[in-house]
């Protein structure tokens, strides 16, 4: 596999990874909380890409997705999932009493009500995991940078894994800019319309995802 072919594919990683899609939305919504969440939301992405990864090596993937059925049921799921995880965020900014808004900002870091670490990598993970685009990416995307000559295996681990250490970085860096903003974002107010905001956009996504062919 040549070099080329390398900065062909971390291109296309990258412009994936920047285009707004269900993790943008899940990581940017804990990072908002404080630091730590978005950085354990997006490890729980990463994580779910790494099984997208191993179900491609596998042949899993392929399978997948050319079952009609599966491929709808994998779907179907995937998005009740993200119009669950929207509902949630719409009822937690309604069920704030109006006088919040001008509620003192907690101290730095201060975690949210309700709200774990298991809890936030487990949705980041599951939304991942549930998405059937990122399943797509791996058997429809990444095969045209294979050598057709070379185990195709080796060489989906090998993008595979270059796509995971990508978005770490891009993860990392997305984290720390939308934290500068957690202070803001832990305000009633800011927090409430936040949560309005991506819990629309995770609705949004849950309905489109169900009305793609």
């Known amino acids: ?19 707004p899609g269900p993790d943008w939305v899940v990581v940017l919504r804990a990072s908002a909380r404080a630091r ?33 059925v599966l491929f709808t049921i994998l779907k179907l799921v995937g998005a009740a999932y993200l119009v669950f995880l929207g509902a949630q965020a719409l009822w937690q900014s309604w069920r704030r ?11 730095p870091e201060e975690p949210a009500a309700g709200l774990t670490p298991v809890r936030v990598f487990r949705q980041a993970f599951l ?19 294979l050598d057709p000559q070379g185990p195709a295996a080796a060489q ?12 770490l970085l891009w993860w990392a860096l997305f984290v720390l800019l939308t934290a500068r903003l957690s202070g803001l974002m832990r305000r009633s107010g800011p927090r409430k319309a936040l949560d309005r905001v991506t819990g629309t956009a995770l609705v949004g996504l849950g309905v489109t995802l169900v009305a793609t062919s």
């Open 1 to 19: 596999m040549s070099t080329g072919v390398l900065l062909a594919f971390a291109g296309v990683v990258m412009v994936a990874y920047i285009v």
């Open 36 to 68: 730590r969440y978005g950085f354990l939301a997006a490890a729980g992405v990463q994580c779910g890409l790494c099984v997208h990864m191993a179900a491609a090596a596998l042949g899993v993937s392929t399978a997948l997705l050319h079952s009609p």
């Open 97 to 107: 009493r109006r006088g919040d808004e001008d509620e003192a900002e907690p101290p």
């Open 127 to 145: 939304s991942n995991v549930l998405n059937p685009k990122a399943a797509l990416f791996f058997v429809s995307v990444l095969p045209q940078f």
């Open 156 to 167: 989906v681990l090998v993008l595979g894994s270059l796509d995971i250490a990508l978005g």
